[in-house]
């Protein structure tokens, strides 16, 4: 595609739910990740793939997060049990590769959990 | 602690003036992304900066990187509604992974 597309744009749910979040970064692009912000504050670095592999998942708040890439283009993101302190903007980049100086970011899914 | 301030938070400044954005880092890093966000909307790409006094100019807008100060400067110059959004300064820190700025609300009064 022309650019990075996450689905769905806005996700309301419920506490103690499970959500994913998916990511369809720009063709080519080898290079992936996952950033989350909150209200009136820039991004916050979640985890980056390099191809299929989790090469930096250091900013996953805790257990309940994980993400995968399978197939090294498509990338999701699963939150377990979620809390209401995980709403935010859930916001995806890719690159073209990881050593790459630009990174092109989705729309985000504003995920809200009450 | 790897750290990365933007001041001022919020800036209301009228029409056709100029003004400044800094943006302070904590430690070396070979890279700087200024970014705009307009409301509810994604991260725009604005300029990337390699290189320790590179200067980077699109439209009104000015970008420079002093590696040594550990600072980097957005200039507006002659301020037009158009510019009216929030600008995020970030940096790489050596690695892959960005760390972003608190972001920089930018008003445009006519």
């Known amino acids: 595609g022309a650019g990075v597309s996450q689905t769905p744009s806005n996700k309301v749910t419920e506490k103690g739910k499970y959500v994913e979040l998916r990511c369809d970064p720009i063709?080519?692009?080898?290079?992936l990740y996952w950033y989350r912000q909150s209200l009136g504050q820039g991004p916050e670095f979640l985890i980056y793939?390099?191809?299929?592999?989790?090469?930096?998942d250091s900013g996953l708040p805790n257990d309940r997060f994980f993400a995968v890439r399978p197939e090294g283009s498509v990338s999701t993101l699963k939150i377990q049990r979620t809390e209401r302190g995980d709403s935010a903007v859930y916001l995806c980049?890719?690159?073209?590769?990881?050593?790459?100086?630009?990174?092109?970011f989705g729309q985000g899914t504003r995920l809200t959990v009450v | 602690e790897l750290k990365v301030e933007q001041n001022p938070l919020f800036l209301s400044m009228q029409e056709g003036k100029n003004y400044t954005i800094y943006c302070n880092y904590s430690?070396?890093?070979?890279?700087l992304y200024w970014y705009r966000q307009d409301p509810g909307k994604s991260l725009e790409s604005l300029f990337v900066?390699?290189?320790?006094?590179a200067v980077k100019q699109e439209g009104r807008l000015m970008a420079s990187l002093d590696t040594k100060a550990r600072l980097s400067t957005l200039h507006i110059t002659a301020a037009v509604h158009d510019l009216s959004a929030t600008y995020f300064c970030?940096?790489?820190?050596?690695?892959?992974?960005?760390?972003f700025g608190t972001g920089t609300r930018l008003t445009i009064i006519p």
């Open positions: 980049a890719s690159s073209l590769t990881a050593s790459n100086t630009e990174a092109f």
């Open positions: 063709s080519g692009h080898t290079a």
């Open positions: 793939f390099q191809g299929t592999g989790a090469a930096d």
């Open positions: 430690t070396t890093s070979d890279r």
């Open positions: 900066l390699l290189s320790n006094g």
């Open positions: 970030a940096t790489n820190f050596g690695n892959e992974k960005l760390t």
